[in-house]
């Protein structure tokens, strides 16, 4: 995931157009007197998983609008309309991921500061900044954080309807058992297993599953848009040539020049490959896409192993080791 900061130039355009805007929907702020019966809280999102969170926590008393949303587009690309700014600027809760993966939204904020509203930042509420991995979300610990806050915020704004967001909080932080029991399972048969990717995006679901994943000064080059050194590269190559790793994990929205250079390489290797998204795509929840692609994983683990990756046996005879190499 190359930084999103790079799309400012769009940004600043509707920030200008922002600036029409009218903020008589700021009337609706948090703290400032309970909602009418029948009015929805507006929520915006920068990211569609933290506004299908929303939804399923807010049920019928939020109006949710996800910015990125889209599974096909490449999420580097995107610029900030000035619909993205009217939506900001009528919304009483904002949610957005932080550590410098959406800065425009932060800056988007700031340019609107006659509106009133709350704020939840992800990267706050697992203590990330900038240059740590941005994709909090395949983080299994960071939904039940960003949840329970989102349901607080629902609370305080709307507390005549308590009970029924305390029983969707419940419901959802139940419904989050089959992820965790997944990654506890793949652990069990897969820890210390080496595996490789073109980027970070799933890095922090690696981590919990216990994997040993492999050329990180590779992936941090492909996130930071910088180019990857000869040696990083040669390194990627061998790994796949030698079969050294079990799988290669890629970004499905962003695939570059080299990244597929590495699939067609991992192809003629016949080392299996899995794909990821860096959005939710459409038709399936949070819950639901977390679920698809540890399914995928396990799959291609175990088909790795059929094709016999050099050195995944005395990988997984270190089971639990947490090294990190490259």
């Not at 490449?74 to 009528?90: G, M, N, V």
């Not at 996130?223 to 040539?241: G, K, P, Q, V, Y």
Request: proline share 4%.
């Amino acid at each position: 995931m190359k930084k999103i900061g790079s799309i400012w130039f769009g940004a600043r355009r509707a920030l200008k157009l922002s600036t029409c805007v009218a903020v008589g929907a700021a009337a609706f702020a948090f703290g400032h007197g309970a909602f009418a019966a029948d009015a929805k809280i507006p929520v915006v999102a920068a990211e569609n998983f933290y506004g299908d969170v929303v939804q399923q926590l807010g049920g019928d008393r939020v109006d949710v609008t996800s910015i990125l949303s889209n599974p096909d587009q490449d999420p580097h690309l995107f610029e900030a309309s000035p619909k993205t700014a009217r939506a900001l600027q009528r919304a009483s809760l904002v949610v957005y991921n932080g550590a410098d993966y959406d800065p425009w939204m932060a800056k988007l904020l700031a340019a609107s500061k006659g509106a009133k509203r709350t704020t939840i930042v992800a990267a706050d509420l697992t203590g990330k900044k900038g240059g740590d991995n941005p994709h909090l979300w395949y983080d299994p610990a960071t939904m039940p954080k960003v949840a329970r806050a989102v349901s607080g915020a629902l609370i305080a704004a709307d507390l005549a309807h308590k009970s029924a967001y305390d029983a969707n909080l419940a419901k959802f932080l139940d419904s989050l058992k089959p992820i965790d029991a997944k990654v506890a399972e793949l652990h069990g048969r897969y820890a210390g297993v080496p595996v490789t990717a073109t980027e970070p995006v799933f890095g922090y679901m690696s981590d919990a599953v216990g994997l040993t994943m492999r050329n990180q000064r590779f992936q941090l080059a492909t996130m930071n848009d910088t180019e990857a050194s000869a040696a990083d590269i040669a390194a990627f190559e061998r790994d796949l040539r030698d079969r050294r790793v079990r799988v290669l994990i890629y970004n499905s929205q962003a695939t570059e020049a080299l990244t597929q250079r590495m699939l067609k390489l991992a192809q003629q290797s016949q080392v299996p490959t899995m794909s990821v998204t860096e959005t939710q795509p459409a038709g399936k929840t949070y819950q639901t896409w977390m679920l698809t692609q540890l399914d995928a994983l396990g799959a291609a683990l175990a088909a790795g192993d059929v094709n016999g990756a050099s050195g995944a046996n005395s990988a997984k005879a270190a089971a639990g080791a947490k090294g990190k190499t490259q």
